[in-house]
């Protein structure tokens, strides 16, 4: 398979089948990156072209000081911020979205065995909440934890993407977690 | 190191971003603190919460409507980049108009308006009258 870097080159020549193959490599991972930072099915698809046909018309201004997924990368977390902040986004009582029922729903299938979560409705169920808690934490803790849990990005890469320093990256990444642990603190019933 | 800086390594840890020393010094601390072993067991599902997550995919006609959506904005960005290659020359041409136009004026707005406006406040109907009937005067007698 051909590199960003060179596909990038080729798109940069006005060969259009490059940027066709990149959007095809990377479509998937900027669609999760948005929809869990934005939270929001119906506007994550839009957002994403918003994402490469900015990545379409100022490839010629990118000169390759990063990786180019980490470029990508950076266009998509501004551009959710951008929503976001357009939009005025707030963080969503989490309370008052998530009830007792899917709070025990999840810590059964924590408890239990993977098998468990196969039936599609139960998995469903599951991607609701985690998505309901991850909306109600602050944009800052929802964009580092979606860019290392979800897209499995390297605290450089996301030192890069953010830009923050690495010792930062650590902090954000610890509290964002334990922020998130508190959210779903009734998994944790001894504390 | 204080157990908050442990907690940090732990989240370090996890993400296999952590260097031997610290991860010898953390091993050692985990021996002897039940708080931060039990911490990481916390951390963990955390992990496991996200692990759970299944990967979203982009609706079927992503790719149809992304190529549609470039082809018909690009129509409009042609006319940015055109817009903004002759950005300096267009400025210059309208600085250099509107220099121009101000010079023009310029002898209007400060040379014939004063005039006009010294003509209207310095002529006095009833003296001009008078003026005329006396050339009348002079040059015409009258007819007997």
């Known amino acids: ?191 | 190191m204080s157990c908050k800086k442990f907690k940090i390594l732990l989240s370090t840890y996890l993400d296999e971003e952590i260097t031997k020393d610290e991860e010898e010094e953390l091993s050692k601390h985990l021996k002897t603190c039940s708080g931060c072993a039990r911490e990481l067991e916390y951390l963990k599902d955390i992990k496991r919460v996200f692990f759970l997550k299944e990967k979203k995919e982009p609706s079927e006609f992503f790719e149809t409507r992304l190529f549609a959506y470039i082809k018909d904005r690009g129509k409009q960005s042609l006319w940015e980049r055109y817009l903004r290659a002759f950005k300096k020359p267009i400025l210059l041409v309208l600085i250099f108009f509107l220099l121009t136009v101000g010079l023009l004026n310029y002898k209007k707005f400060f040379y014939q308006r004063p005039a006009e406006l010294t003509s209207d406040l310095l002529i006095d109907t009833q003296l001009e009258e008078n003026f005329e009937e006396e050339l009348l005067a002079v040059y015409y007698e009258p007819p007997r």
């Open chain 1, 1 to 191: 398979m051909e590199e960003d870097s060179q596909l990038l080159a080729r798109f940069k020549k006005g060969d259009e089948h490059a940027f066709e193959l990149l959007v095809r490599k990377y479509k998937t991972p900027v669609f999760n990156t948005v929809y869990s930072i934005i939270g929001n099915t119906q506007e994550t698809d839009d957002i994403a072209q918003e994402v490469f046909l900015k990545v379409y018309t100022k490839a010629g201004s990118f000169k390759g000081e990063s990786s180019f997924s980490t470029w990508l990368y950076r266009i998509t977390v501004n551009a959710c911020l951008d929503e976001l902040r357009k939009r005025k986004y707030k963080t969503i009582s989490y309370e008052a979205e998530i009830d007792q029922e899917e709070k025990l729903k999840l810590k059964d299938v924590l408890a239990g065995k993977e098998e468990d979560i196969t039936e599609d409705l139960r998995k469903k169920e599951l991607q609701d909440i985690i998505q309901k808690a991850m909306n109600s934490l602050p944009e800052k803790d929802r964009i580092i934890l979606t860019l290392k849990e979800i897209e499995g990005l390297s605290y450089n890469e996301i030192s890069q993407i953010m830009k923050i320093s690495l010792a930062k990256v650590k902090v954000w990444l610890f509290r964002a977690r334990q922020k998130l642990r508190g959210k779903l603190s009734f998994l944790y019933p001894e504390e």
